[in-house]
């Protein structure tokens, strides 16, 4: 959404064609000396990385390479058809899969839940709670992950001590394989919610409130206001909830290296920790594979979410 | 007047709001106070929340025992190196990008925008492989070059500029004032807004981020609060948890300062843009 009204809004300040003359000149040399100190970063540090990553995903290119990175050999797609036949990258496409597929739900349910209570007009201390939800957000992961660790802990975890108060025996939540990658779910839900309630208040704020008004009068109920007012009219800012946390959720990997170390018996192993644990393996040509792969993914991801819900924004 | 079921209502919203406050919170209150315990009383059964013993011992440690005074510095003179440029060099593209007519304007924008799409680990390895060859690994160059100029911080500094209005722009030039200048001058006190959100989200990713000092960051001089932490918490030489605790403090006090005095700029950027 955000990006093709960018594009639309760059697009109708489009340079007239003009005759090249001394004054084009002077104005190319002008943009582009603004332009430069950043796009000379961007193109070492970013551009060249995404091209290489690609040249290197079809060489055996490896950590002993490291100092003469052109004498190494083209293996075509070799790497590509290794990492389908990867029993470990097949697991943590899975696990990955899995994390998306519950987490982004859960995600913007829980932020959807949150920016509509603080919006309903029935609330004080509107702020106290908008900063407190926001608060994991800006927290490092490794200090979160102390914590966390701390509070999963099978004897001495706050959880299960709350659990046994009500007469339940909370599991091992980190170290037991059916538990471990559920954990990690509801712990990104808790981490990330709140940056995505921050945007959905920001678009339940722009709702007119005579709409509310008027389905007030029309005897709607407030579920009922919920589904047919304020959803509808969310549906650009959800769309765009949908895919940003889609995004990042596909390339999660700080959370199991901290929490889990991507165990028990790779419970907790995502695309991106393979990525990285191939990487310290020193196979480079091998990691920057799978990192085209999530590439593309998230491409695959992103469009067929605005399939999914922009669609019906052209009835 | 309230109807009942208002007030039911609003009954009902309060006590959602605050179990959820006290889950979100509650984690960051118990880290707090735990880190003033002694070290058996930490790992009690059952836990405790009020510390029966208030102790600075694991501060102490951390300063004394660990390098954490050497971690803070190197953390801060990241965050602000890489703050510094991202200002820099983001408004510099974004004052071209949406007010300056030149080739390959669009063309530059569209490779910018879409670099946002790009993920971390595409760009990991063969970083790591640059910077190596370089000569900058385990060096705060090497820390720092690779997040000098994001594409978030164009994108942000553009839509900005956007709605500056280009009368000034013209009326600056009219009187013969140079294009710089009028940089200088004009267009950059006008983006005080947009440079104070640019520069609380560009300092807080900086000061959390995590993985690629943990690669590049080789010797105990040269780690930032994070991979220390991390490297204490799940490496080799594990400490024991009370210092944990005061560490994890340590990282995130200062950015919940930041957050706390500026959350106004802060919630209104990440409203504006969407993205952190």
């Known amino acids: ?315 | 007047m309230l109807t009942r079921r208002d007030l039911l209502a609003r009954f009902f919203l309060y006590f959602v709001l605050f179990a959820g406050l006290a889950v979100v919170v509650g984690p960051f209150l118990w880290m707090l106070l735990s880190s003033f315990k002694p070290e058996s009383e930490i790992r009690s059964v059952p836990p405790s929340w009020w510390p029966s013993h208030w102790t600075m011992a694991h501060y102490h440690d951390l300063f004394s025992r660990l390098d954490f005074p050497r971690y803070f510095l190197n953390s801060a003179i990241v965050a602000v190196l890489v703050t510094a440029g991202n200002l820099l060099f983001c408004s510099l593209l974004g004052y071209a990008l949406a007010k300056l007519n030149f080739p390959g304007r669009k063309a530059l924008f569209l490779i910018v925008l879409g670099m946002l799409m790009v993920p971390g680990m595409v760009l990991f390895v063969p970083q790591f492989v640059l910077v190596s060859n370089l000569g900058l690994a385990n060096s705060y160059a090497g820390l720092v070059l690779p997040f000098l100029a994001g594409p978030f911080g164009v994108f942000l500094m553009r839509q900005f500029l956007l709605s500056l209005p280009d009368d000034l722009i013209e009326a600056a030039r009219v009187d013969g004032a140079g294009e710089w200048r009028i940089f200088w001058r004009i267009v950059l006190p006008l983006c005080r807004p947009a440079l104070a959100t640019l520069g609380i989200l560009t300092f807080l990713a900086s000061w959390n981020n995590f993985l690629w000092p943990l690669v590049v960051a080789t010797t105990d001089d040269k780690y930032t609060l994070p991979v220390a932490l991390a490297l204490y918490s799940i490496g080799q030489n594990r400490i024991y948890f009370g210092l944990l605790l005061a560490g994890a403090v340590v990282v995130v006090l200062p950015v919940l300062i930041v957050f706390l005095v500026l959350q106004r700029q802060f919630l209104r950027g990440i409203a504006t843009t969407g993205l952190k």
């Open chain 1, 1 to 315: 959404m955000a990006v093709q009204e960018v594009v639309r809004a760059g697009a109708h300040r489009a340079p007239a064609a003009a005759r090249p003359g001394p004054r084009t000149w002077r104005r190319a040399l002008t943009g582009w000396s603004f332009a430069a100190p950043f796009t000379a970063l961007f193109l070492v540090f970013a551009l060249l990385p995404v091209v290489a990553s690609l040249l290197m995903s079809v060489t055996d290119m490896r950590s002993t390479d490291l100092r003469h990175p052109f004498a190494v050999t083209f293996v075509g797609l070799d790497n590509y058809t290794r990492l389908f036949a990867d029993a470990l990258f097949r697991r943590a496409a899975v696990n990955t899969a899995i994390f998306v597929v519950v987490g982004v739900p859960l995600t913007i349910v829980a932020a959807l839940a949150a920016a509509n209570a603080l919006n309903s007009g029935l609330i004080r201390l509107r702020g106290l709670f908008r900063v407190g939800f926001y608060l994991p957000v800006v927290t490092s992961i490794v200090a979160i992950a102390v914590v966390w660790r701390f509070l999963l802990d099978p004897d001495a975890g706050l959880v299960n001590n709350l659990l046994a108060q009500v007469g339940l025996h909370g599991p091992a939540w980190l170290q037991d394989p059916h538990t471990s990658l559920g954990s990690i779910v509801v712990m990104a839900t808790w981490r990330n919610f709140g940056s995505l309630m921050v945007i959905f208040l920001a678009a339940l704020q722009g709702i007119p409130v005579d709409l509310y008004e008027a389905a007030t009068l029309d005897g709607a109920g407030r579920w009922q206001q919920f589904r047919r007012v304020t959803l509808p009219l969310m549906r650009p800012a959800l769309l765009f909830g949908a895919v940003i946390t889609g995004i990042g959720y596909l390339q999660l990997f700080e959370e199991p290296l901290v929490m889990t170390q991507g165990g028990p018996l790779s419970s907790t192993l995502s695309v991106s920790y393979h990525i990285y644990n191939q990487f310290g393996f020193g196979n480079y040509g091998y990691a920057s594979a799978a990192a085209y792969v999530l590439f593309i993914a998230i491409v695959a991801l992103s469009a067929l979410q605005f399939r999914l819900l922009g669609a019906r924004d052209a009835d």
